[in-house]
């Protein structure tokens, strides 16, 4: 945390991100790009080398951004425990949700087991 509070005072420069650099500790070898999380939203330099790891200002953010804390990963476990290894998530309600819409899903279920049941007996 006081890295990424340290890294926010610094000022904004136009850097070009798709430039490559060398590493600051090899000097001579050019670092890889590379995605540090599958939905590639953090993108990190990482030298071949030495295999450093160098992070710009906002990447250290988003990589705490994405991260669950200890608790929130105790309450992860214990909501698998008690559904059976499944886990619940709630859709967020916004304002293109479909409030006071009741579907019947009863009655889907009723049409597909009539048609399972016709295309048997045919």
Known sequence: ?????????LPDTD??????INCPKC?????????????????IDECPSCAGI???PSELHK???NHLTVKEKQLLLNQQ????GFTQF????NRFSQRGIKKSHNRNTE?????ALASFLD
Request: proline fraction near 4%; hydrophobic fraction near 55%; avoid cysteine.
């Open 1 to 9: 945390m006081v890295l990424a509070e340290h890294l926010a005072t």
């Open 15 to 20: 850097v070009d991100l798709t430039a490559r």
């Open 27 to 43: 000097l001579n070898i050019l670092m890889m790009r590379r995605f540090f999380t599958p939905l590639h939203v953090v993108e």
């Open 54 to 56: 160098w992070l710009d």
């Open 63 to 65: 990589i705490h951004e």
């Open 81 to 84: 425990a008690n559904n059976h």
């Open 90 to 93: 709630e859709i967020p309600t």
């Open 111 to 115: 049409s597909l087991v009539e048609l």
